[in-house]
């Protein structure tokens, strides 16, 4: 009897143990849940935790700023991530919803109860709807997925904060490089950085509309009608800013309206010709018409390191002289080594230099500022190419584009943001190219085992072999 009432004691005292200690886990649950603490990301790229750069500028939101996250619940990465924007600014309000149990928001914004999921990001009468859709971005070669959901959340943030939003125009039809041929990357990223993309037909239109706070002009194949490059000098007269991409020629183009224009900030005619690299250093792959130019250190180029050019052309800007003369103060943005040559012997196929082509540093990237008036400015920033920031790919068989290597994407965006005077959005960008990665059904219940039923199962063979010992005493 003894020996029975010490095993019931024993075997209480072990049952309590375990009590307590699942009691303790159990609380330490609830007491994290309680501090909303952000769980640990390790994925490669932190895609779940929200960066430095998307704090910094929503730390000044003074607005109230509604998240409704629709068919989330919680616990789901989405959420989480959403839920950090609440902790780096209180005025940013972050909620998981069932639409069904908010149909005065359904009401509001026309959202369909049968949808499964959705953001809405809302500031007074402002508001933004993304969809599951619009959270990731989808490569149809390699079929892998890109999360891009911080970018599209904290553009949305911005955007129905925002007081102004820059509307930027692209130049149609002078260039092979539109938005529809090659040019469509960019345009999603400057949408992306809370700008309002635009198509603008000046022979149509006829002038440079009131609102348009950066033109864009892209590699001219032909020359401007004469309504154009007056209406392009007039928009330049009143202040207006332009961002220049002009890839180099193969052939000889008469330009002279095209010209005219770029003669306002002291910029000559481009040569026909290509600029090549000699220094193994300033290349890649070996192959000297992938140029990585030196970046010199401006504005426009204090947070970028690293640019490729695919054969760009050499920038031909008058002395300094002449800009003084022109009220034009030039910064130099990007130069070859003194290593490269240019070549206007479009036929010679040789990597190396020839006898014809001409060594030199030469400069490939420049900001241009021009005095109109004591009070107006006029801003070009000038690149001697253009596939840099296009939907090219770097290699035949490759499928990240241009524009996603080294510090392309930064430094346009950087560019476009001194363009519409918005220079603290200048910084460098999370690279948000991580593949998602979604459990299998099998691989759920694998980790759910792990989790949860082989924890119980050590418990339990504990208390059998601690039995079995006792009883062989």
């Known amino acids: 009897m003894k020996n029975i009432k010490k095993m019931l004691l024993d075997g209480t005292t072990t049952c309590a143990l375990v009590l307590i200690i699942v009691s303790v886990f159990i609380l330490i649950n609830l007491g994290m849940q309680k501090l909303d603490l952000t769980p640990i990301d390790l994925t490669p790229g932190k895609t779940y935790t929200l960066t430095n750069e998307s704090k910094d500028k929503i730390s000044n939101i003074e607005k109230q700023v509604n998240i409704y996250l ?41 959202i369909d109860s049968n949808e499964t999921s959705g953001i809405i990001v809302e500031c007074g009468e402002k508001y933004k709807v993304l969809t599951a859709n619009d959270l990731t971005s989808y490569d149809m070669t390699t079929y892998e997925s890109t999360d891009v959901t911080e970018e599209k959340l904290t553009s949305s943030i911005l955007t129905v904060t925002a007081d102004k939003i820059p509307n930027v125009y692209f130049l149609t039809g002078y260039s092979d490089f539109s ?94 010709g290509y600029i090549m690299e000699t220094d193994a250093n300033k290349m890649i792959t070996n192959a000297p018409y992938m140029v990585l130019p030196d970046v010199e250190y401006a504005d426009v180029t204090s947070k970028t390191s690293s640019i490729l050019f695919l054969e760009p052309t050499k920038l031909n800007i008058q002395e300094e002289s002449k800009l003084t003369e022109l009220k034009v103060e030039k910064t130099d943005l990007l130069k070859t080594s003194e290593k490269s040559f240019f070549r206007t012997d479009i036929k010679q196929n040789s990597l190396a230099k020839t006898d014809s082509d001409t060594a030199g540093n030469f400069l490939v990237g420049a900001k241009l500022t021009k005095t109109i008036k004591d009070d107006t400015k006029s801003i070009l920033i000038i690149y001697g190419d253009n596939y840099f920031v296009s939907n090219t790919t770097v290699m035949e068989n490759s499928t990240t584009p241009i524009l996603l290597v080294y510090d392309n994407k930064d430094l346009v965006l950087n560019s476009m943001a001194v363009l519409t005077d918005r220079d603290e959005d200048i910084t460098i960008r999370k690279s948000t190219d991580i593949v998602q990665y979604t459990a299998t059904q099998t691989q759920d219940v694998i980790i759910r085992i792990i989790i949860f039923v082989i924890p119980c199962l050590i418990i339990i063979a504990g208390i059998v072999v601690w039995q079995l010992r006792r009883r062989k005493k």
């Open 70 to 110: 629709i068919g989330y619940t919680d616990d789901d990465t989405t959420t989480v991530l959403a839920k950090q924007y609440n902790k780096s600014n209180s005025n940013i309000n972050v909620e998981a919803i069932n639409i069904t149990q908010r149909t005065d928001l359904a009401q509001k914004y026309g």
């Open 179 to 272: 938005l529809e041929g090659g040019m469509s990357y960019l345009a999603a990223y400057l949408e992306n950085e809370t700008m309002k993309v635009n198509t603008l037909d000046l022979v149509a239109k006829g002038n440079v509309p009131d609102d348009c706070d950066a033109l864009i002009i892209t590699t001219p194949n032909k020359d401007f009608a004469d309504v154009v490059s007056n209406a392009i000098i007039k928009y330049i007269n009143k202040g207006g800013n332009i961002l220049w991409l002009n890839s180099s020629y193969g052939t000889a183009v008469s330009l002279p309206n095209v010209n005219k224009v770029l003669a306002i900030y002291g910029v000559n005619p481009f040569n026909t």
